[in-house]
């Protein structure tokens, strides 16, 4: 009975390193760092382009403050203007310092959400209707047309999951 106690120890000891082993290899560690976090991001959109089936969107990261953030970002930013209006004029505040553009390539099954989307052409119909789901190609069609309301103008809240844009959301500016 002892021989059979100290024969399973060393096979446990091994399964252990083999273990650690298996999963330390490099093909597991791309493998995790591929399926990391998501990132949020806050952009001004410069272009959506496709080629084929792939849709690129180029950006611009921004800054968004909102709040006592805002007030405190705008008065360390310009003082003089913060002491005569007391704060920020619409209550959010958004820094550009840089203009690099960063592109990325849209998922499969990207979320669009608008808080103001042209569906008529007529200006007199566009009203604010939050977190409205829009299909990609009423989006792509929209963000090339200027006629009504050019949607570059807009920040939009993006989340890049493994390098690829999964969500888009319009930020309402008042």
Do not use: C
């Amino acid at each position: 009975m002892l021989l059979k106690k100290t024969a399973v120890v060393p096979f446990i000891v091994l399964l252990f390193f083999s273990l650690i082993h298996t999963s330390s290899t490099a093909g597991t560690r791309a493998a995790a760092e591929s399926s990391g976090p998501a990132q949020e991001l806050t952009v001004y959109i410069h272009s959506l382009e496709r080629d084929g089936d792939r849709i690129t969107l180029t950006a611009d990261e921004i800054n968004w403050y909102e709040g006592a953030e805002a007030d405190r970002v705008f008065a360390e930013r310009e003082s003089e203007a913060a002491a005569e209006l007391g704060g920020t004029p619409d209550g959010y505040y958004i820094v550009n310092d840089s203009d690099t553009l960063t592109s990325y390539p849209l998922a499969n099954n990207v979320s669009i959400r608008m808080q103001i989307f042209d569906h008529t052409g007529n200006p007199g119909d566009l009203d604010i209707h939050w977190n409205e789901a829009v299909g990609l190609d009423a989006f792509l069609e929209k963000f090339s047309s200027t006629d009504v309301v050019d949607l570059s103008q807009f920040p939009y809240h993006i989340t890049v999951q493994d390098g690829k844009v999964t969500s888009i959301v319009q930020q309402y500016i008042p």
